[in-house]
């Protein structure tokens, strides 16, 4: 029982810290460039998961068509290094996309 009650006395008195702007949230990936890179390639992966899928998903219910998909999809960055990292991420989302709907117009970028 008395750990019980020391350990609510810490959880009580121990800060919490939030962020509070979407700035202060991204400030980590600031610190290098590969931790730019990385933070980067999770933006590219995971919108391109969000917006394929449910483009896919209309595509798949008759609601779009291949060619509102890109016949060329490409990355931008500042280095080739950056345009590489974002092109193994949106490839890597795309063949997740493809597991779900293999049918899907979507093309990996070459």
């Not at 798949?60 to 991420?89: C, D, L, W, Y």
Request: one cysteine or more; glycine letters at 4%.
């Amino acid at each position: 029982m008395k750990c019980l009650h020391l350990l609510v006395a810490l959880l009580i008195s121990s800060p919490v810290q939030s962020s509070e702007t979407f700035k202060q949230i991204t400030q980590p990936c600031k610190a290098s460039e590969e931790t730019q890179n990385a933070c980067d390639a999770m933006a590219i992966h995971f919108g391109t998961m969000s917006f394929y899928s449910y483009l896919c998903r209309l595509e798949q219910v008759g609601k779009a068509t291949p060619e509102m998909f890109p016949s060329n999809p490409k990355v931008a960055g500042k280095t080739e290094r950056s345009k590489e990292i974002g092109k193994v991420a949106f490839n890597s989302a795309v063949k997740k996309i493809k597991n779900e709907f293999p049918n899907c117009s979507i093309q990996s970028i070459p």
